[in-house]
């Protein structure tokens, strides 16, 4: 009786920790990046500002097409974020690894892009 109550405690704990395990092990990216994007013919850079709460990442943008609100969303390493500017919709999709973000981006389907970021003191 006494094994089963504890093998029943011991496999819900290792199923929550499983359930937890992507949240657990996700990257912290709140604070400022400073982002370099790259164009078929031209390149800029841009300034993220970043805040989390679990998987979900809300903050401001500003580059290339001015001033926005970012929404987003971070899956262990996997980072997802929009920009939306002027009418545009900006899709940016990458990873997080060793402090830097890298990734690809697409102009509201108009242009695509390649990005790096690092983080920004500012």
Do not use: K
Request: hydrophobic fraction near 40%; glycine fraction near 12%.
């Amino acid at each position: 009786m006494v094994t089963s109550v504890l093998r029943s405690l011991l496999l819900a704990g290792a199923l929550a920790l499983t359930a937890l395990s992507p949240t657990l092990l996700a990257e912290r990216v709140a604070g400022n990046w400073h982002i370099q994007i790259v164009l078929d013919a031209s390149s800029g850079s841009a300034f993220l500002q970043l805040e989390q709460e679990g998987e979900t990442l809300r903050g401001a943008y500003q580059g290339l097409l001015g001033r926005s609100a970012v929404t987003g969303t971070l899956r262990v390493n996997e980072i997802a974020f929009t920009v939306t500017s002027g009418g545009q919709t900006i899709t940016y999709s990458g990873t997080i690894e060793d402090g830097a973000m890298s990734g690809r981006c697409d102009y509201a389907g108009a242009a695509t892009c390649t990005f790096r970021g690092i983080r920004s003191e500012s």
